[in-house]
């Protein structure tokens, strides 16, 4: 076994766009676990639009990263030294550990997946956090009935991709933003929404006016800034808007200035922030229906993969810049 790590550690806070000097790559010995914890090798680390978040030295709902901290993130990895008696060597698992290529982590903070049902990656997005995070927003926020007309913004992405799929199975009419017509035409045909409109192609208020005759009763927001202001002129009576993420805003020096929030006023329109964590106890619930989704051939998935973790900071570069199509992945294994 190798005896060299090899981490990514947050080098310096952008102002404004990441640049891969943000980061630095060192090699550290490779941990080893005392009684209760566990040696991983991490094989695949997600990458997400949170992270943006995390390398600001700002509150929010978790604190940020330190300067000369490795990038936090989850991975999906193989045991390869237990000291946990739940745990033995083989066992694939979920972990927190973050840019790193081993780590050691305590039994308690790890989980074991199963690589039978779905291939490990899938953890990381249809099974894991994007797809349990369009399992409770929609449902818990966006509450959609049958009939009801429902846009979601990044429509290829991670989360968007499954909240049409869960829309569409719950008798939705379903319509998705997304950046091209290469996205667009996936969410059609392989997600089989109903419509999905380009919002590089402008015009997006007239498009959506045209592809929603009737009004949109929830709106699923992964953008937000201009997207959500433009979104608001066509929400119906008492619509709801799920925001799940304002990634358009992330790189923003300055907030977007909404132009258009009378319309929640007169239009009685409830509109909730989420954070996924707010279900962990009811992960589980998630996950096993997702996961009887995908086994039907009810929910498809795409994935962005990336090799090796010295290519992880161009990942999160591109995937900010929405340069992703599907969940963006780390291969590092
Ligand atoms: N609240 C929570 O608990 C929670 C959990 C997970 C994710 N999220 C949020 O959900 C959203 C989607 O996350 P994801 O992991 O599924 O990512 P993703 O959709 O797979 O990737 C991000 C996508 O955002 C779109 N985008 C639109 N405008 C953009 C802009 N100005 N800059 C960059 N990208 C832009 C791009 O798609 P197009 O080219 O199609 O526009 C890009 O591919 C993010 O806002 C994220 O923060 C929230």
């Known amino acids: 076994m190798t005896t060299t790590n090899r981490q990514v550690l947050l080098a310096s806070r952008p102002q404004g766009g990441v640049t891969e000097d943000d980061f630095r790559i060192v090699e550290t010995p490779v941990g080893k676990p005392d009684q209760g914890e566990v040696l991983v090798k991490n094989e695949w680390l997600s990458l997400d639009p949170y992270m943006r978040g995390r390398m600001n030295d700002v509150k929010s709902y978790v604190p940020p990263v330190?300067?000369?901290?490795?990038?936090?993130?989850?991975?999906?990895?193989?045991?390869?030294?237990?000291?946990?008696?739940?745990f033995t060597s083989g066992d694939k698992v979920l972990t927190q550990l973050g840019w790193q290529l081993y780590g050691v982590a305590r039994g308690g903070d790890i989980k074991k997946i199963d690589p039978k049902r779905a291939p490990a990656s899938c953890y990381l997005g249809v099974l894991g956090m994007p797809g349990i995070t369009a399992w409770f927003g929609l449902s818990e926020i966006g509450q959609p009935k049958a009939g009801e007309t429902l846009v979601v913004s990044a429509a290829s992405g991670a989360v968007g991709s499954v909240v049409g799929q869960l829309a569409k199975l719950n008798g939705c009419r379903v319509v998705g933003i997304a950046g091209g017509t290469t996205k667009c035409d996936y969410a059609v045909r392989e997600l089989g929404f109903d419509a999905c409109i380009d919002h590089k192609a402008g015009g997006l208020f007239e498009a959506l006016r045209a592809t929603c005759p009737a009004g949109v009763d929830v709106y699923f927001e992964n953008v937000g800034g201009e997207m959500l202001d433009t979104m608001l002129r066509v929400l119906n009576p008492f619509s709801r808007i799920v925001v799940c993420g304002l990634i358009a805003e992330y790189n923003a020096t300055e907030p977007y200035r909404?132009?258009?929030?009378?319309?929640?006023?007169?239009?009685?329109?409830?509109?909730?922030?989420?954070?996924?964590?707010?279900?962990?106890?009811?992960?589980?619930?998630?996950?096993?229906?997702?996961?009887?989704y995908l086994a039907e051939g009810k929910l498809k998935y795409r994935e962005s993969v990336v090799h090796g973790i010295d290519n992880a900071p161009r990942g999160l570069i591109a995937l900010l810049r929405g340069e992703n199509f599907g969940k963006q992945l780390v291969k590092l294994a």
Request: proline share 2%.
């Open 66 to 86: 330190q300067i000369g901290e490795v990038m936090v993130g989850q991975t999906v990895g193989e045991v390869i030294l237990s000291r946990d008696p739940e």
């Open 258 to 292: 909404s132009r258009n929030l009378r319309a929640v006023l007169v239009n009685r329109i409830r509109m909730q922030g989420m954070i996924v964590f707010d279900w962990k106890d009811r992960y589980g619930e998630a996950v096993k229906g997702l996961a009887g």
